[in-house]
């Protein structure tokens, strides 16, 4: 006993914050809160949340289509703690109402509300409020995509509706054919809207561990779920945050650590461009270290988006987010670590809608989006008209836009060439953070225009002229000259 004492590290700056995200019956709690007892950390099960205001709204006759009724009950639910810190008791109209909002009814309904907008958003600041002293598991259905987008640990749990219906009968101790039936059904029937709804879809984060609770013990994923975090710990206690002012939960930690895989592929990119090229990073003190970011950038090669994640996510300390057609992340290999660096699936022929509400979402939940504005390669380096998508997106998140110029890309690795060209230098410049707003006018699509020169104006003047192409008349023709 003593030599273990002795041989234990000495604790990390500060402790993990955890996402633990999965359907209804997926394990989430019950992993969770084991988890939590080992490990000794805080316990949450956000769903609790919205099981408490789903029964107090059928307490009083207020439809969940009513939205103006609904979002005032948000501040008449509690979560109280145990003697172990776990939030596991429901406070509703002055008391305790844990068991009714676990019954079947709220089952039902709870859904409706839970899909309403203006509830989420209600519900958004008191989560993370829970969640900013670390040391804490967080489980529910958004924690990793909406509200914790930048937790230490991810983890999305998952099993088959038959499995998980199985589970919740044993639950309730349900022998009728007839009422497992009916769990089975009521489980897919959430499973649908959860994981269609507009705002904060059921879906896994880029850079989470997917864990497949079917077919292993409750144990072994606990163990499972234990290991990730003390990994965290570990990784935590290498790199201590800088200013030593400790865990703050969700968008405000952005920037203050970068998940494995993404750290793990710039680290390679670095080591293959050492060995091709030569690389200069330029202006990197003018990359935030936090909130939502817009990052716009030039596309002249297949070499870009490497060198994004080689050289600007390490500086950022933070994930990126990018979108890319669906189908490629289904490539063997190829795709999933497209995903593990936070590529989005986009389907063709889904249309720009689909596209634009899933980009802008990843500003809403403060975290950093990279667009290409022109949509496609240059042929010969010099930039091109940008897409007026790009702008309509900068406009609309009011998100701060970080422009990036990349400088000698096309040299390197030209289209429509299947390797690079080793031996060319490229520079990665990063230039001064911006807003942008629409022009006053009459005509819309003039003034969509007017601010899409301006959005790519900021990218012209980080490159040299002979690649500004048709923003060169923006900048008067004068922009950096490497030597």
Not at 103 to 130: F, N, W
Not at 216 to 243: G, N, Q, S, W, Y
Request: with cysteine; hydrophobic share 45%; net charge positive.
């Amino acid at each position: 006993m003593s030599s273990d004492r002795q041989a234990t590290p000495a604790p990390p700056a500060r402790l993990p914050v955890v996402a633990i995200d999965g359907p209804s019956s997926s394990g989430k709690s019950t992993v969770g809160a084991e988890a939590a007892r080992r490990l000794r950390y805080r316990f949450c099960d956000t769903g609790l949340l919205y099981r408490a205001v789903t029964w107090l709204a059928l307490q009083r006759g207020v439809a969940a289509t009513d939205a103006a009724a609904v979002v005032p009950l948000a501040a008449e639910v509690h979560l109280l703690a145990d003697a172990r810190g776990r939030l596991r008791r429901v406070e509703a109209d002055g008391r305790d109402v844990t068991r009714e909002v676990r019954r079947a009814v709220v089952d039902r309904s709870v859904s409706d509300y839970s899909r309403v907008p203006e509830l989420r958003a209600a519900l958004v600041a008191r989560q993370r409020a829970i969640a900013a002293e670390g040391g804490i598991i967080m489980a529910g259905r958004d924690i990793g995509t909406v509200i914790l987008p930048d937790a230490d640990v991810k983890i999305f749990l998952d099993a088959s509706a038959e499995e998980r219906a199985r589970r919740r009968a044993a639950q309730r101790r349900t022998v009728a054919a007839s009422k497992a039936q009916q769990i089975l059904d009521e489980l897919k029937r959430r499973d649908a809207i959860d994981s269609s709804r507009e705002t904060a879809a059921l879906k896994a984060a880029p850079d989470a561990i997917l864990v497949q609770t079917e077919g292993i013990t409750l144990a072994e994923t606990v163990a499972l779920v234990v290991r990730a975090i003390r990994d965290a710990e570990a990784r935590l206690r290498e790199a201590p945050v800088a200013d030593g002012s400790g865990p703050v939960a969700g968008v405000a930690t952005a920037g203050r650590h970068l998940p494995f895989f993404p750290r793990f592929s710039g680290a390679v990119l670095r080591v293959v461009a050492a060995c091709l090229t030569r690389v200069r990073l330029e202006g990197a003190a003018n990359i935030p270290s936090d909130g939502p970011l817009l990052v716009i950038c030039n596309h002249a090669s297949n070499a870009d988006g490497m060198l994004l994640m080689g050289y600007v996510v390490p500086a950022m300390r933070r994930p990126m987010r990018w979108l890319g057609k669906e189908e490629a992340l289904r490539w063997p290999l190829f795709g999933w670590g497209m995903r593990q660096n936070g590529v989005f699936g986009v389907r063709r022929g889904a249309g720009d809608l689909e596209a634009f509400k899933l980009a802008k979402s990843v500003l809403d939940e403060g975290g950093v989006l990279t667009v290409f504005p022109e949509g496609t390669r240059s042929p010969d380096g010099a930039l091109r008209e940008a897409k007026e998508g790009a702008t309509v997106l900068a406009v609309r998140s009011t998100a701060p836009i970080l422009p990036i110029a990349i400088v000698g890309a096309q040299r390197f690795w030209p289209k429509g060439k299947l390797f690079p060209r080793p031996g060319r230098r490229m520079t990665v410049r990063v230039g001064e953070t911006f807003t942008l707003s629409m022009p006053k006018g009459p005509d819309r699509h003039e003034s969509l225009r007017l601010a899409t020169v301006e959005m790519m104006r900021h990218v012209a003047e980080l490159l040299p002229p002979e690649q500004q192409g048709v923003y060169a008349e923006a900048v008067g023709g004068v922009g950096h000259r490497d030597p």
